[in-house]
């Protein structure tokens, strides 16, 4: 009699065990933005929602917060170090408080091009960048490419002086801030969130963004201008909890790593076209003129803005804003 209990609750136990491992939750990531689905981050996001659910089945569930709907500027860096997200990608502009060198991508007319910042990511000093936030529990996965940013207003901006005395909304940024005081304009912090009404009702006048989220949030029906500047860069860091990461079991991670680098590949890849796409259908809305500069004109923006980098220069370190410039002769 005893013997069949023990062999009763035993043959009990394992089942219930094989239950719990059964019924174990998934592992939720949470990956938050700020910016509309049709993005290179918001595509991005949602790329790696399905290969990380297509490829690790009822392991993991990742939940895509958009558009600021779970966190906006300011907080989602916040959430990430507190556990109330897994991954979000800000742009780059918005590390400054967790480290200096990152302002290297605010500089103004630092890189020619998208191919000249993706050289310099991938060098080994933009690849140092990714792990250089690892003692304040910032994990870098890699960097997605937004593109090029243009500015845009209620007013052409032909040459420097037609900024002079305008309202900008900048990102939380110190480089940004100053970049537009070259200029004599008057730069704003608003969080992405707040930029359409910011504009639509005056508050600023103009902004700074690439085509494809002045196209994604219909800045374009509240600035009659875009200057085609391609002043500076929006790029993002893919980032995670280190804490959270390393916790992960060895096999999810180790999915999850080469979901990212797929992932980023193809963000990468495809953040031009949809820039492109963003371009023309702001042509086609026919809401705002898009200008051209001349070359003499963009180098008279590029001589008022310059200055800003021996502004940063000791913070940045000298040596880093020399190997992201000698990205461009590659
Ligand atoms: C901005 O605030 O302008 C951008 O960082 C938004 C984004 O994530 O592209």
């Keep these: 009699m005893f013997k069949l209990t023990a062999k009763a609750l035993a043959c009990a136990l394992s089942l219930t065990i094989a239950g719990l491992a059964q019924a174990a939750d998934p592992i939720v990531i949470k990956f938050s933005h700020v910016v509309a689905e049709n993005t290179p981050k918001g595509q991005g996001a949602l790329m790696f929602k399905k290969l990380a659910e297509e ?19 300011g907080k989602e860096m916040e959430a990430l170090l507190l556990g109330d997200v897994q991954m979000i990608a800000p742009s780059l502009a918005k590390f400054e408080q967790y480290t200096k060198q990152l302002q290297v991508f605010d500089l103004p007319f630092l890189f020619n091009d998208i191919a000249a910042v993706d050289r310099f990511q991938q060098s080994a000093e933009g690849q140092a960048l990714l792990k250089s936030m690892e003692s304040k ?7 997605w490419h937004n593109g090029m940013k243009q500015l845009s207003a209620n007013k052409a901006l032909r040459e420097p002086k037609d900024a002079r005395g305008l309202k900008f909304r900048v990102q939380a940024s110190a480089v940004l801030d100053e970049q537009f005081k070259a200029v004599r304009a008057n730069p704003r912090k608003m969080s992405f969130a707040e930029v359409y009404q910011g504009l639509q009702t005056g508050v ?44 992960l079991p060895a096999d999810v991670r180790g999915e999850l790593e080469k ?11 495809q953040a031009d076209a949809l820039n492109q796409e963003a371009k023309e259908a702001i042509i086609a809305a026919g809401t705002s003129e898009i200008i051209q500069l001349t070359p003499e004109q963009r180098g008279q923006w590029r001589d008022a803005m310059k200055p800003v980098w021996g502004m940063f220069e000791a913070e940045i370190g000298a040596d880093l804003i020399k190997a992201a410039d000698s990205a461009n002769q590659q």
């Design 204 to 247: 600023v006048n103009g902004a700074e963004n690439p085509y494809s989220n002045i196209y994604s949030q219909k800045m374009h029906e509240v600035q009659k201008f875009i200057t085609e500047s391609d002043h500076g860069v929006l790029d993002y860091m893919l980032i995670t909890n280190t804490q959270f990461w390393e916790g």
């Design 259 to 269: 979901i990212n680098v797929e992932v980023t590949a193809e963000v990468n890849k």
């Design 55 to 73: 490829r690790l089945g009822d392991k993991v569930r990742v939940e895509v917060y958009p558009n600021s709907s779970l966190f906006g500027d």
């Design 137 to 143: 529990n910032i994990t870098g996965l890699g960097y």
